[in-house]
């Protein structure tokens, strides 16, 4: 089993930044990637950004230029960096990896951004 624990949500004011941070533990030998996702209210859960062993990294468009996504293996921690959020951002944001054919999810963060 795998234990993830998300931390850095909060609110902040349209234009600023925050950093997200997934820790795993447990059976984290094999994680071959690591990712967040957020969701709101009625809808459904969408992909983030997403990140493998080797640092290939996947970004939803709606965040490419404002957000990155960086990985420390040694630590089996995932980042997620936030810059010019804007209102639209807010949401639960989920931390998920990918160990074999098995995914873990964490309990979500939530992130709030005012107008």
């Known amino acids: 089993q795998v234990q993830l624990v998300e931390s850095g949500g909060g609110l902040v004011q349209t234009g600023g930044s925050l950093r997200l941070s997934c820790a795993a533990s447990?059976?984290?030998?094999?994680?071959?990637?690591m990712g967040w996702y957020r969701q709101t209210p009625g809808k459904q859960r969408e992909l983030v950004a997403f990140i493998d062993r080797i640092g290939t990294t996947n970004l939803a468009d709606f965040v490419k230029g404002r957000f990155t996504i960086s990985r420390d293996n040694a630590e089996n921690t995932v980042y997620l960096q936030m810059n010019s959020l804007k209102p639209e951002d807010t949401a639960v944001y989920f931390c998920?990896?990918?160990?074999?054919?098995?995914?873990?999810w964490g309990q979500g963060t939530q992130v709030t951004v005012s107008s």
């Open positions: 447990g059976s984290t030998s094999g994680i071959r990637g």
């Open positions: 998920k990896a990918l160990r074999w054919g098995d995914e873990y």
